[in-house]
């Protein structure tokens, strides 16, 4: 019997992977994050795995990354970011899925690393910060540091590594349970406001940063 997350993000998704995976392709379509045509492989969370989330150089080699010009371990500490959902295109592109359900979970606390786990996430943020904003000076290290670590990653693969990775913040609409958002609206105000916050311009896709919606109205059936 499959046991999906009693509430919130991570039920979602593992609804949307596992049971609706057209629902969540259209989503991805919509954002521009693949194109019309494109299909997605995903390999997490699956339910034949426990719906096991990846970090680190499992969560790489999950996407099919290998063969890093500048190593994962150069560039960030042991135990980094758990990624929501990691898929494939046919074409071997990568993609890394970060979900949310609530505004709350979109506050994340500072980071906790110390010592010289601390001093290299915060040159990788700063070196970050600079490619996607030159003029901002904002410390990605406080707060929405979640948000901002993930969109380091991005530039570790795309501009320290030359991969085509996308990176896809999935936002859930009418997550009741989470007392969430109701529309692309609410979502689009709060992103809006960390940009602001982290100093980033609104719109990131240029970088293969791309905003997805997805109604769990559409999933209730398949839960």
Do not use: C
């Not at 320290?160 to 529309?183: C, E, R, T, V, W």
């Amino acid at each position: 019997m499959t046991t999906f997350a009693p509430a919130g993000s991570r039920r979602w998704l593992q609804i949307a992977v596992n049971r609706k995976p057209e629902l969540l392709l259209s989503a991805l379509r919509r954002s521009g994050a693949v194109a019309p045509r494109t299909t997605v492989t995903w390999h997490s969370p699956l339910v034949t795995e426990g719906f096991r989330e990846y970090r680190d150089g499992t969560a790489l080699a999950k996407a099919g990354i290998g063969n890093l010009t500048k190593p994962l371990n150069t560039f960030w500490p042991a135990r980094g970011p758990v990624w929501d959902a990691i898929g494939q295109t046919p074409e071997g592109i990568p993609l890394f899925v970060e979900a949310k359900a609530h505004i709350p979970e979109a506050a994340s606390p500072a980071t906790r690393a110390s010592g010289a786990s601390r001093d290299l996430i915060e040159r990788s943020l700063v070196a970050a910060r600079r490619s996607y904003a030159p003029r901002a000076t904002a410390m990605w290290g406080g707060m929405f540091y979640q948000y901002a670590n993930r969109l380091a990653h991005q530039y570790f693969l795309r501009r320290l590594n030359n991969k085509p990775s996308i990176l896809i913040f999935l936002y859930f609409l009418n997550s009741d349970d989470m007392l969430g958002p109701m529309s692309e609206a609410e979502w689009t105000g709060a992103s809006r406001l960390i940009h602001a916050i982290l100093g980033l311009p609104a719109n990131l896709k240029e970088h293969g940063v791309f905003d997805a919606f997805l109604d769990v109205r559409l999933l209730q059936d398949a839960a």
